[in-house]
């Protein structure tokens, strides 16, 4: 693998750093940099998604004739490395990286159409309905039901831990639509309106004091069979499909870096009282960059996998499950490093909307928060032992 850029990719490389320059607002790098989630609040992260669509830049995953920017590995790598660098806002993560590439793969023309501008442009912002009660790693058991009614499903139960729900205007979402002997055929993937009679959204206040994530519920809402995503009964083929992009189809190594590198900083100051001096935290900030390392490589080559038209398959458990264990490592050094300041813990985030001088300087503002959030890494996107199951079935033949 070549890892030194020739001069049309040094070329690039200037023009992402003079975008960015221009469309990076500072009130989005200090929200950016004062958000512990991976979500960015929808005012920040749309804002960013609406530059990005005007360069023909809004989705670097997706195939050239939906909108993407037809990048090679190299460009694609450069891109989310300037941008990680440079502290941008995250996108509309489950309309670009997750619904968009299954509307791509097996939406109607008319689906293709009619979404796929409106994620692109920021009009449309989407949550994932998934996860139920009881319904989590065992995904397949779900209960949620759309029943048929002409030329409508009727859709009953509930969803949980719904990412910005409160804030989304659209849902894809899993339902049972027969039952069978196999869970797993009875499943379609269907595309809601949220502003749909029936629709109820309950608050969920994370360990972290955060409002990110929701209980959703569905009292006989009508959604349109035009609305159902490929053949009744497929979804969980779908669902799968997603999971591999929600899991494994992004450069989250910069991320970490750029992660590692504000705690090492920490480290290194009057702070946290030269943190960096203990044996044990430059042992671990050593071991934590050696990890990284290691998650970009593979990223790399899943990257120019992807280029190729293929799906990231199982290797994108790997990548979930290294990034989750290494997010983690880096929030549980943060923690660390900062000590007893640690326990000055802001609730109610948005951070960067507070009203009053917090106790916490501004450095240290989002380390707990982020080690509090960072808990549910190994969680969401599927559990750490389930990713090692898919690796163990798919790649190891167990």
Not at 187 to 192: H, P
Not at 279 to 292: F, K, L, Q, Y
């Amino acid at each position: 693998m070549d890892l030194s850029f020739n001069a049309e990719e040094r070329a690039f490389q200037s023009k992402v750093r003079g975008f960015i320059a221009k469309n990076l607002t500072e009130e989005m790098k200090r929200a950016t940099a004062l958000t512990p989630s991976v979500f960015s609040d929808p005012d920040i992260g749309m804002a960013w998604q609406r530059a990005l669509h005007a360069q023909g830049w809004g989705a670097p995953g997706w195939p050239v004739e939906y909108g993407g920017p037809d990048w090679t590995p190299a460009q694609r790598w450069i891109f989310e490395t300037e941008c990680a660098r440079a502290g941008v806002p995250n996108v509309n993560v489950m309309g670009v990286k997750m619904v968009g590439p299954v509307i791509i793969g097996f939406g109607s023309p008319e689906q293709k159409n009619f979404y796929l501008p409106r994620i692109l442009s920021g009009e449309d912002y989407w949550c994932q309905g998934y996860s139920e009660p009881g319904s989590g790693s065992d995904l397949s058991s779900l209960k949620t039901r759309a029943v048929r009614d002409g030329d409508d499903y009727v859709i009953n139960g509930t969803k949980i831990w719904t990412t910005h729900a409160h804030h989304a205007n659209r849902m894809f979402a899993l339902v049972r639509t027969s039952d069978g002997p196999r869970q797993q055929d009875g499943i379609s993937f269907i595309l809601i309106d949220m502003k749909t009679p029936g629709i109820t959204i309950r608050p969920i206040l994370t360990i972290g004091g955060d409002h990110e994530v929701n209980q959703v519920f569905f009292d006989d809402v009508r959604v349109p069979v035009a609305n159902r995503v490929g053949e009744e009964g497929k979804g969980w083929t779908y669902g799968k499909y997603l999971l591999e992009f929600e899991r494994g189809a992004g450069i989250a190594s910069a991320k970490l870096r750029e992660g590692l590198k504000a705690i090492a900083d920490l480290a290194e100051s009057d702070l946290t009282g030269r943190a960096i001096d203990s044996p044990d935290i430059a042992t671990r900030i050593a071991e934590v960059e050696v990890d990284i390392d290691a998650l970009e490589m593979t990223e790399l080559r899943v990257l120019s996998a992807l280029q190729t038209g293929q799906n990231p398959g199982a290797v994108s458990s790997i990548l979930k499950l290294r990034n989750s264990e290494i997010r983690q490592a880096v929030t549980r050094l943060g923690a660390d490093v900062i000590g007893h300041d640690a326990l000055a813990v802001e609730p109610m985030r948005p951070l960067y909307k507070l009203n009053h001088e917090p106790a916490t300087p501004e450095e240290m503002l989002t380390v707990m928060p982020e080690y509090l959030n960072g808990r549910a890494y190994t969680i969401f996107g599927g559990t750490s032992e389930i990713q090692r199951d898919i690796i163990a079935k798919m790649m190891l033949g167990i």
